[in-house]
Nanobody, 125 residues
Framework: VQLQASGGGLVQSGGSLTLSCAAS????????MGWFRRAPGKEREFVAA?????????LYSDTVKGRFTISRDNTKNTVYLQMNSMKPEDTAVYYC??????????????????WGQGTLVTVSS
């Protein structure tokens, strides 16, 4: 599976941005999808994930819960991350990832085998 993330850019504090991640080369609906980020000088952290199931399950980190929304469109092989009320601490390179390994959606990066190239999000204060 190849993943192509897009939609990053510069946004002011309090603003919104939507990231997209297009998948190809596999059966998209078979994969749980996740977004992770790596801020400058910090380790990669989990942001949000969405299950592959007919009954959708979403997970969020505490730092983005209530501000970010993950969704997927299996007809377009795309997962989205809608980011609202953004803060300077949201500045990071955002990565999408696909997990076909586990039965349930996961927050653990090591369980995501396929990764996109990352898209930079910068939030100015």
């Amino acid at each position: 599976v190849q993943l192509q993330a897009s939609g990053g850019g510069l946004v002011q504090s309090g603003g919104s941005l939507t990231l997209s991640c297009a998948a190809s080369g596999g059966t998209f609906s078979n994969y749980h999808m996740g977004w992770f980020r790596r801020a400058p000088g910090k380790e990669r952290e989990f942001v949000a994930a969405i299950s592959r199931d007919d009954v959708i399950t979403t997970l969020y980190s505490d730092t983005v819960k209530g501000r970010f929304t993950i969704s997927r469109d299996n007809t377009k092989n795309t997962v989205y991350l809608q980011m609202n009320s953004m803060k300077p601490e949201d500045t990071a390179v955002y990565y999408c990832a696909a997990n076909g390994l586990t039965d349930t959606v996961s927050v653990i990066g090591g369980q995501y085998f396929y990764w996109g190239q990352g898209t930079l999000v910068t939030v100015s204060s």
